[in-house]
């Protein structure tokens, strides 16, 4: 694949509008997801199934990225940073060059990094044989990503502490002077600690309207549904009240996604709550609700129905490399 410079994404088929080109980019992801999940026995499937169009019209749409000119294979971890380790490589890279001009991406819940890989993948900036390094010792392509994992620039573990880092970056940008924004992909359930209400209540107060986070609200974490485990809602309102600009839509719609990240900020970070559905695409994951946070095949015949259903969806959703 071609690699994509976003903001500028043409289809391959000039015919092809921009959201449906988007949606097969989603329909890939979920389905090399999936093809993952199956080799390994286990994988972040649901995250997948609610964030696809997120991820792809993050990265076809939303941000602007410079291009990766050929697809990376990651190369294996050299140690962390530091000033005695040149060798040293931030996982932000794969994102493109960090000019004044350009965005810049945070994942905030590193559990969904198997879905971030998918995408680098589908969008021609990582190699698909990283993929084979998932997990893998001396890998960067790491189970729970960081700092320098493709396409990530920030240790957001033990969990909860990219809108934190995501603002600090942002203030520092715009005392800088530079153009481009911070983006960050957020999780519901990240709402239930205390650290990001107070950078919300901070960025709304240094007015860092260069702040945009799209937020996976699909109820759920890993002890079940979010609502049983902390309610948070009504979300919308209280996010404006500590500062923040607001848009409430449709995950899954990519036109929805892509309206939202066009709207002037006026001075206030922007928080795009995208409530999603996790088993989109993939009905079976139904069986499981509410355990969904990891899904893991303990039951030959579950599995089997899983590989069923990966072969039949495969010429639908434009199979994988």
Not at 2 to 11: C, E, G, K, R, V
Not at 84 to 98: A, E, M, V
Not at 136 to 155: C, F, K, L, N, R
Not at 291 to 320: C, N, Q, V
Request: with cysteine; aromatic share 8%; net charge negative.
């Amino acid at each position: 694949m071609q690699p994509i410079n976003s903001n500028s994404y043409i289809a391959p088929d000039l015919k092809e509008t921009w959201e449906a080109s988007a949606q097969t980019i989603a329909n890939r992801i979920r389905l090399r997801v999936l093809e993952h999940t199956l080799r390994h026995h286990g994988g972040y499937m649901s995250q997948a199934c609610s964030t696809a169009e997120m991820f792809s019209a993050l990265y076809t749409r939303m941000m602007n990225l410079g291009t990766v000119e050929v697809p990376i294979v990651p190369p294996p971890f050299n140690g962390v940073a530091g000033a005695r380790n040149p060798q040293y490589k931030s996982g932000g890279y794969y994102n493109g060059p960090t000019g004044p001009q350009y965005d810049r991406f945070v994942l905030s819940p590193a559990q969904y990094a198997l879905v971030l890989y998918a995408t680098l993948v589908e969008v021609g900036r990582m190699d698909p044989q990283g993929m084979t390094q998932f997990n893998q010792d001396g890998s960067i392509v790491e189970m729970i990503g960081a700092e320098h994992s493709p396409g990530m620039e920030a240790m957001t573990g033990s969990l909860g502490q990219g809108l934190s880092q995501g603002a600090g970056i942002a203030m520092a940008r715009k005392r800088r002077g530079d153009s481009g924004k911070v983006w960050l992909m957020m999780s519901d359930g990240e709402f239930q600690s205390g650290q990001n209400w107070e950078a919300v209540q901070a960025a709304g107060f240094h007015r860092l309207d260069n702040l945009w986070a799209v937020v996976d609200v699909n109820g759920q974490q890993c002890d079940g549904p979010v609502a049983t485990v902390m309610t948070l809602e009504p979300l919308a309102q209280r996010l404006s009240a500590f500062g923040a600009r607001v848009i409430t839509i449709d995950g899954h719609d990519l036109k929805a996604l892509a309206q939202a990240a066009e709207i002037s900020p006026e001075g206030q970070p922007t928080i795009i709550l995208a409530y999603t559905d996790p088993c989109r695409g993939l009905p079976l994951l139904e069986k499981r609700v509410p355990k969904l946070h990891y899904l893991r095949f303990t039951d030959p015949e579950e599995f089997a129905a899983y590989e069923t259903f990966y072969h039949d969806i495969r010429s639908e959703w434009g199979g994988t490399d």
